[in-house]
């Protein structure tokens, strides 16, 4: 029989307000979920099941769509020599300052202390991979030859390392989980269109699978990957006015298969370098998810991405009741399967319906049906959603009364998946607005820095500096250029053209900016 878990539920409850301690809410969202953890080595996680299996369902979203543009997959060594990263010089010092280097194959014990055992020094250095561009490319050679190996179209699923030394579970980390693409093409114009074509496809995933809308743009110069000619970026803008950079595509250019002298005999029969693409999405993007849907009592999830859609809880008192209804959630979970529904039954004894509400409700599942003898004697079901869409000056007393539902049985089953589907899109809709409300076209220094000093979020402003100038913007407020829009990103009230809001200088369109994580 069910029995009281108080421990449970107050652990289950014990998430910091957003208003109170954004950065601590964070952690007791991630913690209460439990989607991750810290590990013994520091700046790396453990990524629990429950945060495993939401990146396996974005992973599952992102690899049909590669593999629908004609992508597929492979797999390169998580060692690179030393002197691959060196061939491209850009790259190299973008990357020098996060690489992890082995020296040495073998230890060996001296005087009891385990040490690195002289005699197995590598003849070079052998660096973690921080990113693939240079060990794929030294494949690549072999794989090219002509026009006709052309376009190659990988996609890689891989660890990589970068030793960031201020680390935030799933937002940065020393060892992250993450896609990288690396594309090869005859033309420039084919990789500049791949360069964009996948930017796309993170942008529609992002909004039509994480409900995170994002703003298309390219990188300045400064904030380009080591390497590219040109990055592209997909920026969305978190509860607390932040903004996070959720994915990036690169031209290459040739310089990559100039590094690696990768050459193919063209249709007139010279030779030429190949043009190139990277793009890649990491496992930021749960922590994007949490930032963006998420509340005070703990994680919200889009239907689309929630390993458990719908939760279904038997209520009962004595072994008889705990037959009948358990036998019942079965069956609901059954029919549920059925219509394509990811559900599961928390049958488990010993734990009050309770402290089992305040639990799911913690990892973001998006229903709780609950199925007690009355409910069985009345033919109905109780429906209960981790949300709703807000209501102006609605109470909170009225929006709890709105969340649960009891509806007879065959309505209540054939009402989940449309609501499944209404609840991905208020949530898209619920972080639209959020980023109009956090959104401001900004034309003097001083509104720039009350909103900014106010809890900022994103702002339209012109720029027309340089560099220095960026970094100057960068210390003095702790904002960065999220990206240069697209033309069609920019909003009415924020076209046209004006002049630098730091310089004074002409300026023909506007920049986003924001504070970042």
């Not at 179209?153 to 579970?169: F, H, P, S, Y």
């Not at 990055?231 to 950079?245: R, V, Y």
């Not at 922590?287 to 939760?311: E, N, R, Y």
Request: charged residues 30%; proline residues 5%.
């Amino acid at each position: 029989m069910n029995k009281p878990d108080n421990q449970q539920k107050a652990a289950s409850a014990a998430v910091t307000p957003r208003a109170q301690d954004y950065s601590q809410w964070y952690l007791d969202v991630i913690k209460n979920a439990c989607l991750a953890e810290h590990s013994p080595v520091r700046g790396c996680m453990v990524i629990r099941p429950h945060g495993y299996a939401i990146w396996e369902k974005m992973q599952r979203e992102l690899d049909d769509r590669f593999k629908e543009t004609g992508h597929e997959n492979a797999y390169f060594p998580l060692f690179i020599p030393l002197s691959f990263l060196t061939r491209e010089e850009k790259h190299a010092s973008g990357f020098a300052k996060e690489c992890a280097v082995v020296t040495h194959h073998r230890l060996k014990s001296v005087n009891g202390e385990i040490v690195p055992d002289p005699e197995s020094k590598l003849e070079e250095p052998l660096v973690v991979r921080p990113t693939s561009e240079t060990i794929i490319w030294a494949q690549y050679k072999n794989w090219i030859q002509s026009y006709r190996d052309l376009p190659l179209l990988i996609n890689q699923w891989a660890n990589v390392v970068r030793w960031e030394m201020r680390t935030r579970l799933f937002l940065r980390t020393a060892e992250f989980l993450w896609q990288e693409g690396h594309t090869a093409h005859a033309t420039e114009k084919e990789a500049i269109e791949e360069t964009w074509r996948m930017l796309d496809v993170y942008a529609d995933f992002a909004e039509n699978v994480m409900a995170v809308p994002v703003i298309k743009g390219r990188k300045t110069e400064g904030e380009r990957f080591a390497g590219a000619l040109e990055t592209l970026s997909i920026e969305g803008l978190m509860q607390d006015g932040k903004a996070l950079q959720m994915g990036t595509s690169h031209y290459l250019g040739q310089n990559f298969s100039k590094g690696a002298d990768v050459r193919f005999q063209n249709k007139d029969g010279q030779l030429e370098y190949v043009y190139a693409s990277s793009w890649g999405v990491s496992t930021r993007l749960v922590g994007a998810l949490i930032m963006t849907h998420s509340d005070d009592a703990g994680l919200v999830l889009p239907p689309k991405l929630a390993p458990v859609q719908v939760i279904v809880i038997p209520i009962y008192k004595s072994d008889e009741e705990r037959v009948r209804t358990v036998e019942e959630a079965k069956k609901v979970a059954a029919e549920l399967k059925a219509l394509g529904v990811a559900v599961k039954v928390d049958d488990r004894d010993g734990i009050m319906p309770g402290a089992k509400y305040y639990e799911w409700e913690g990892k973001g599942v998006p229903l709780r049906i609950e199925v007690g003898p009355k409910d069985l004697e009345k033919g109905s079901l109780c429906i209960a959603r981790r949300f709703v869409a807000e209501i102006k000056g609605e109470t909170p007393e009225a929006q709890r009364k709105r969340r649960k539902a009891f509806l007879p049985r065959a309505e209540a089953i054939a009402s989940i998946v449309p609501t499944l589907a209404a609840m991905q899109g208020e949530l898209l809709e619920r972080a639209r607005n959020l980023r109009t409300e956090r959104t401001r076209v900004i034309d003097k220094l001083e509104d720039f820095e009350k909103f900014f000093g106010e809890g900022g979020g994103f702002a339209w402003v012109h720029w027309a500096g340089d560099a220095a100038q960026e970094d100057e913007l960068a210390k003095r407020f702790e904002t960065s250029i999220r990206n240069i829009p697209f033309e069609d990103q920019i909003p009415a009230e924020a076209k046209g053209e004006g002049v630098c809001i730091l310089t004074g200088k002409p300026s023909k369109q506007r920049v986003l900016m924001s504070k970042s994580y």
